[in-house]
């Protein structure tokens, strides 16, 4: 251990976290400092006797810059740009993640928090964090005899190596297809073939990252093209990470028996708020029939408009409609052509850096929050754009934002944690890894895709989330330790305000002519958006049933591409691609394992949590959004999402709102 105590992350520091520019040597050296401290730390923890909240103190003292090690390392894996950074990262965050398993069953720390009577832990906060550390250590195994205990440990280190190397998988494993030649981008969009003109062979390439991808699936004339390019995305991480998920799912498995329950399924959804496998099913399958007849309904008119195209068609194929990308074909034709909303002319009013700036005055109207651009050094890529919040005179945290594609990046969109904070002793850090910049334009004006603006609206929900939630007094109070199905209820929320008109008319301009978007578009907007929400609805819920199925049974023997085929088939009218290993890509079979469903469930919470405005007819006031922060946000993991939610709404929560919403979809194209 060579790093003296000034450099090291801890307590103290106010400022920066790790630079995200560390040589991979240093990187390394560092986290063994960080790892090696806290080791020494964690024996010398104040024995019993003492009051709690200064044992809980203490040990979370010890535990905070290993969470943010971890967070560091899991953010250089996404985003560094060379392997060997890559790799740095990768091996910081599993050094991590091995402390942390093997403090979760520590016995020793174990019984002092044990030892500690309720009477000694003043106040909600610290017992809620108490609460919390404790069940956290039960759920890793703390009380079985030893060697349950060390095979726990074994299981749960070698659960994040495989989960880390099934996402490097995605991120290096990047699909490439060719088109002929610029006629075979006939219905693109102007920019986007400029931004792809065919090499000295007169062939154009095209990869699975999302800015290339989607727009061909959503206007690509011909079907042909939009099959090769759903085919190649469909291979991704294929076969490579076949044998990857089948050893996660039996690691998985073997843990969860060992601790005692029938399945992972049930060990992971045990402490959230549908705490069952039978819960989870009973949610899914009373959306699949609220959605199913309204979806069938949106297909068939999908269909009908096919047969205009080609006389005679039986059926709509994949590549036709929204089956894995947010936007299909179809579904984006009849916006065009029954809303005169029309994605492609909208793109042209959405350049990145309008849309950004649009988004954050959002939030200084509805939050009171103040977001200045600051340049720190050592960020980890020159496009990465850095920011500091604040209200008022107080500071509440800095995020990054990384938005645009390159070889061996994170290739999907998610919040990470930068680093957690606790009022008094750090600021919250956070950052966006989005794939929505196309890298062939300069990144302010490039225009986005509405799908891309709705992507930064839902993961901003998540980083205002990690913001607000980063001033509770315990790190166990933040937002990564509330029940993990209402993780996505923010950002949902969030995306309603991205298709709000009042939101879309403040930003929406085209630099080129000046104008704004049309009064009759944007009142449109809104309906537009709701194309294919039954439809959409179903993948979802098809997709959770796969996530749910998955990982609750026995692996062994276990025909993924048959289980996911059947799964998807039970609940979504348009076949699978064949061949196709969608399973392989999925980076949500690691972090959300069996609770893909939290995006439906969190999308019904969300319904209610609008209901307050709605009531108040507008989206956007200021006062309920007010409310919203500082009984849903900022709270974290304070209480139970069911008591944040009754403190908000007055009431229980409630699938009515929901139903009305999915009932207020149109009915016919
Ligand atoms: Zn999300």
Redo the contacts with the bound molecule.
């Keep these: 251990m060579t790093a003296s105590r000034s450099e090291l992350p801890g307590p103290s520091r106010m400022d920066a976290p790790l630079p995200f520019d560390l040589p991979p040597e240093e990187l390394r050296r560092r986290a063994s400092a960080i790892v090696g401290e806290a080791e020494v730390a964690l024996r010398a923890l104040p024995g019993a006797g003492h009051a709690g909240d200064r044992l809980v103190r203490a040990l979370e003292a010890v535990l905070l810059p290993v969470y943010d090690l971890v967070s560091h390392g899991h953010l250089i894996l996404a985003v560094a740009r060379d392997e060997a950074t890559r790799e740095s990262g990768r091996a910081a965050a599993e050094l991590g993640d091995r402390f942390l398993n093997r403090f979760r069953i520590d016995s020793a720390v174990y019984d002092l928090l044990q030892a500690v009577p309720a009477e000694a832990l003043p106040g909600e906060a610290v017992a809620s964090a108490h609460r919390k550390i404790l069940r956290e250590m039960r759920r890793a195994g703390v009380e079985l005899d030893a060697p349950a205990r060390a095979r726990a440990l074994e299981l749960a280190d070698e659960i994040d190596r495989i989960s880390n190397e099934f996402n490097a998988n995605i991120a290096k494993l990047v699909g490439t297809f060719e088109v002929a030649g610029p006629e075979e981008l006939a219905g693109l969009p102007e920019d986007y073939r400029k931004a792809h003109p065919p090499g000295p062979d007169g062939r154009i390439r095209i990869t699975t990252q999302y800015p290339d991808i989607f727009p061909v699936l959503a206007f690509a004339e011909r079907p042909e093209v939009r099959e090769r390019a759903l085919a190649c995305r469909m291979m991704r991480a294929h076969p490579q990470n076949d044998e990857v998920l089948d050893r996660l799912l039996a690691r998985r498995y073997e843990f969860a028996r060992l601790l005692g329950h029938s399945s992972y399924a049930a060990y992971v959804v045990g402490d959230k708020m549908l705490d069952t496998p039978a819960r989870v099913r009973a949610f899914l399958e009373q959306v699949a029939r609220l959605a199913r007849p309204r979806a069938e309904h949106e297909i068939a008119g999908w269909l009908a408009r096919k047969r205009r195209d080609e006389p005679g068609a039986a059926r709509l194929e994949p590549w036709d409609a929204c089956i894995w990308a947010p936007e299909g074909y179809y579904d984006s034709k009849i916006r065009r052509e029954q809303y005169s909303v029309d994605p492609k002319e909208l793109r042209s009013y959405l350049p990145y850096g309008a849309v950004r700036d649009g988004l954050f005055a959002l939030c200084e109207r509805l939050f009171g929050l103040a977001i200045t651009r600051v340049h720190p050094e050592g960020l980890w890529h020159p496009t990465v754009e850095a920011y500091d919040v604040r209200r008022g005179a107080a500071p509440i945290g800095r995020f990054y934002l990384d938005m645009v594609p390159r070889e061996g990046k994170y290739g999907h969109a998610a919040e990470f944690d930068v680093r957690l904070g606790i009022r008094g002793v750090q600021l919250p850090q956070a950052a966006l890894v989005c794939n929505i910049v196309d890298p062939d334009q300069p990144p302010e004006s490039v225009r986005l895709q509405f799908e891309g603006v709705i992507t930064l609206f839902?993961?901003f929900g998540?980083l205002l989330h990690a913001l607000l939630s980063g001033h509770g007094e315990y790190l166990y109070n933040s937002m990564g330790f509330i029940e993990w199905d209402f993780i996505?209820t923010p950002?949902e929320l969030f995306e309603e305000w991205a298709s709000d008109p009042a939101t879309v008319r403040a930003f929406a301009r085209d630099p080129d002519t000046g104008r704004g978007l049309p009064e009759e578009v944007l009142a449109r907007l809104h309906d537009a958006e709701s194309v294919g929400r039954a439809t959409r609805l179903l993948r979802q819920v098809a997709c959770a049933a796969i996530s749910l199925e998955l990982y609750d049974r026995d692996p062994s023997g276990l025909d993924v591409d048959r289980l996911f085929r059947e799964v998807f088939d039970r609940y979504f009218p348009i076949p699978l691609p064949t061949p196709g290993h969608w399973q392989d890509s999925w980076g949500h079979l690691t972090g959300y394992s069996a609770m893909y469903y939290t995006y439906t469930w969190s999308n019904v919470l969300a319904r209610d949590v609008l209901t307050p405005f709605l009531e108040r007819g507008t989206l956007t006031d200021p006062e309920i959004a007010g409310r919203y922060a500082e009984k849903l946000l900022a709270p974290g993991g304070l209480r139970p999402a069911a008591a944040l939610l009754r403190d908000y709404l007055g009431r229980e929560h409630s699938m009515a709102a929901f139903e009305r919403w999915l009932a207020a979809s149109p009915t016919s194209p």
Excluded: Y
């Design positions: 839902h993961e998540h996505e950002s």
